[in-house]
């Protein structure tokens, strides 16, 4: 039991992780102007190779639905929000609304999956 238990938290740790790598690569993708420029380029395959190593640990333990739904909504709003913060994109009341429902729905299929 406890060993399962510990490889369940392992499992979210490595989707946390692969969400941030993830984040950090989608954002160098935005600063490499197309794949031109090498070094955001680099960080770029750097960070999605780690991101998806990451999360394929994290499926040893975790429903691909669910895992997949916490990485796509999560990564999402923090994009969104870095695209606003960090690169001057407009924020409308159409983008919050569409980011509250995207995450309402993970909490939906996680809640349905019985784990809430």
């Known amino acids: 039991m406890r060993e399962s238990v510990g490889l369940r938290a392992m499992s979210w740790l490595y989707l946390v992780v692969a969400i941030l790598f993830e984040v950090v690569g989608t954002s160098a993708m935005k600063m490499s102007d197309g794949m031109t420029r090498l070094g955001p380029a680099a960080v770029v395959v750097v960070c999605y190779g780690i991101a998806f ?16 739904a916490i990485w796509s909504a999560t ?13 001057g994109e407009s924020l409308t009341v159409m983008k919050v609304v569409g980011i ?12 349905a999956n019985g784990a809430a």
């Open 53 to 68: 190593l990451l999360l394929a640990k994290a499926l040893r333990s975790m429903e691909v639905g669910i895992a997949y």
């Open 75 to 87: 990564g999402t709003a923090a994009i969104a929000a870095i695209g606003v913060f960090v690169f």
């Open 100 to 111: 509250l429902l995207i995450v309402a729905g993970v909490i939906s299929l996680h809640m």
